[in-house]
């Protein structure tokens, strides 16, 4: 027989060593090559941070509405804002706080401006001595129209990266669901990136109404407006329309102030 | 064989062939997270846990695609059947990293909300209208589920309960779980890849696993050649046929039928698939006297087509016969383990002249 043939319980057939010599390791190396063109296309998911093993305490003023936050001295007009372990809101437990000082402990999520508090639970926050801080102002809206990707704002912060795009989906939804203050990511033709906290035309949490449209590139009409230093637009709801036939919206990086930079201007 | 079960039947070359293969999952999955970790500054690389979970989804694609080869390779060349032996350990390891792959992203995208993970995977927003859109995860839980199934059921001991026709059956589901993987690729992660190229390793996989099925199925082509006498056909040039070796053939509405030629130039046939994995009999050869199987090894008598004690499996045998110098098959097969006579082919041809 021209062939050797191997029978897996009798010994390996010396003549076939040879052949499995190199076919063996030339398979080795198919699969290698493979994972390595699977993994060189690595994209970049920006500078967010998640330090979930380091927990801090901050104190300050709850601002429960629309979406519930810490004003602290150092951040007065940029506040943090705080949610819970997984994919929570905190409203349950802030809302009954709101305008009184308290200290709070949890992990901290991190990009650019932007700062959030991840808490494990009600007895992370308690009363504290009162500290005189205001709300930051509001100003006047702007009516805008943009195009971006709805995010929700724990993720694409820091906690999953990457925390936007197609495959990030179902867990952005999630987290909307579960009352996440929702982002639009919006990038200019320089590609600098810029985020803005959604709320209703009254200036309400708009909860679950954008599911449909979490994580697809959409047009948005509204009124940008500041909060301190935030960025937010009071979106009409009937004109988030999702764009047919645009692959994506890729994002990454810093997402600086809007307003200040070319994506519109934001009275201050 | 039918002996008794055990978990696994070690021997030698199973263990190197685990250790190697481990290696080479090991391997992969770690040039994946290093290359990928690497290929951007740490500080805007994906999450370390996103990176496992991509190089999970990734090596259980690679592992797929060589598991998917081996059958079409072994047919298209004998040297490759070490590698066939033990794919069903391959099998199970694959299972285990696409099963770590789905608990990861299960968890990870779809657990710690407001919804039970399961239903999150089904009901997610997505349309069906576009390809954009199209929701990828079911595709992927389902063929995640037919994995299961494959793997669940790999051992011996579901092949005899189960019966190897359906067994068979359930294991072809394979190529269905491919299907679904590939979608599950190109609608899901491959879309949001900032590059082009690894959509190219989807064709290449396609070209791949389709291209040597084709390429086996015609250069494995049972042989045809024979001429119909009613129930009886005539096996053209029988001495081609090498000694120790077999020839398959086909028989229209029935199951293939394994023409071997002994060291004595005696001629028998038995069914051409194997009792235990449905294996082609008609390409393994004769050890010590009995057809082996190519695939495990399993072994019966030319002569009645009955596994040499203690084994008890049985494939149906078929009568021979020559007939003025041609050798002719009876196309009716007997029960299996039906002793009938061996033909030799010389003696009847000097009987002839």
């Known amino acids: 027989m021209k062939t050797p043939f191997f029978v897996g319980y009798l010994p390996f057939p010396k003549t076939l060593k040879p052949f499995f010599q190199w076919a063996v390791p030339l398979l080795l190396l198919a699969g290698l090559a493979t994972a390595y063109v699977f993994a060189i296309n690595t994209e970049r998911t920006g500078t967010g941070t998640w330090n979930a093993y380091d927990p801090v305490s901050i104190t300050g003023v709850v601002k429960a509405k629309p979406y519930p936050m810490i004003i602290t001295i150092d951040r007065a007009n940029h506040p943090v804002l705080i949610v819970q372990l997984g994919k929570l809101d905190a409203t349950e437990i802030l809302a009954p706080l709101d305008g009184k000082t308290v200290s709070i402990e949890g ?111 959409v047009a948005v009409e509204g009124f ?45 | 064989m039918s002996q008794g079960y055990v978990p696994v039947q070690w021997n030698r070359n199973k263990k190197i062939y685990d250790i190697v293969l481990w290696l080479g999952i090991v391997t992969a999955m770690a040039v994946n997270v290093a290359v990928a970790g690497a290929s951007v500054s740490a500080s805007l690389a994906p999450s370390d846990e996103i990176l496992v979970l991509r190089a999970l989804g990734d090596t259980g694609f690679i592992l797929l695609n060589i ?150 199925m015609f250069a494995g082509k049972a042989d045809l050649s024979k001429v119909n006498r009613g129930a009886w056909v005539e096996i053209l040039d029988p001495m081609a046929i090498e000694r120790g070796v077999g020839r398959v053939v086909e028989v229209k509405g029935q199951e293939r039928v394994a023409i071997f030629r002994t060291d004595n130039d005696e001629f028998g046939a038995i069914s051409n698939v194997c009792r235990h994995q449905a294996g082609p009999l008609g390409e393994g050869c004769m050890i010590d006297g009995l057809v082996t199987c190519p695939w495990h090894g399993f072994q019966y008598q030319l002569e009645d087509g009955a596994s040499p004690p203690p084994f008890e499996e049985k494939v149906a045998t078929y009568e021979l016969k020559v007939e003025n110098g041609s050798l002719l098959l009876n196309t009716t097969a007997l029960p299996p383990g039906t002793p009938r006579p061996l033909i030799k082919l010389a003696d009847h041809a000097s009987e002839a002249s």
């Open chain 1, 107 to 217: 992990f901290m999520i991190e990009r650019g401006p932007w700062q959030m508090m991840e808490i494990e639970g009600p007895y992370s926050v308690a009363e504290a001595p009162t500290l005189d801080l205001a709300p930051p102002t509001e100003s006047a809206g702007m009516f805008v129209s943009l195009v971006g990707e709805i995010v929700d704002s724990k993720c694409m912060l820091g906690v999953m990266k990457p925390g936007a795009g197609k495959v990030h989906r179902e867990c952005a939804e999630l987290c909307v669901m579960g009352g996440m203050p929702p982002m639009l990511l919006v990038k200019n033709d320089a590609g600098e990136k810029a985020a803005y906290l959604l709320v209703d035309q009254q200036g309400n949490a708009v909860g679950r109404r954008l599911i449909p449209y979490i994580a697809l590139p």
């Open chain 2, 67 to 216: 598991i998917l080869a081996i059958g079409p390779l072994a047919r298209l060349n004998r040297c490759f059947l070490p590698l066939l032996y033990n794919r069903r350990h391959m099998g199970v390891s694959f299972f285990v990293i696409v099963l770590a792959h789905g608990i990861f992203a299960l968890f990870w995208y779809h657990g710690f909300g407001v919804q039970d993970p399961i239903t999150s995977v089904f009901t997610s927003q997505g349309t069906l209208e576009t390809v954009s859109d199209y929701p990828f995860q079911p595709l992927g839980f389902v063929a995640l589920l037919i994995f299961f199934l494959m793997a669940a059921t790999s051992h011996d001991f579901w092949n005899a309960v189960l019966g190897p026709k359906f067994w068979k059956s359930l294991h072809m589901l394979v190529y269905a779980g491919y299907a679904l993987v590939l979608l599950h690729l190109a609608l899901g992660a491959l879309q949001a890849e900032p590059s082009h190229v690894p959509n190219w390793v989807l064709f290449a996989s396609l070209a791949w696993v389709g291209g040597l099925h084709l390429t086996s």
């Open chain 1, 224 to 268: 940008a407006f500041r909060m301190g230093d935030m960025t937010a637009i009071r979106i009409d709801l009937a004109m988030v329309q999702e764009l047919r036939g645009s692959a994506k919206v890729a994002f990454g990086e810093s997402i600086g102030l809007a307003g200040t930079s070319s994506f519109c201007r934001i009275p201050s």
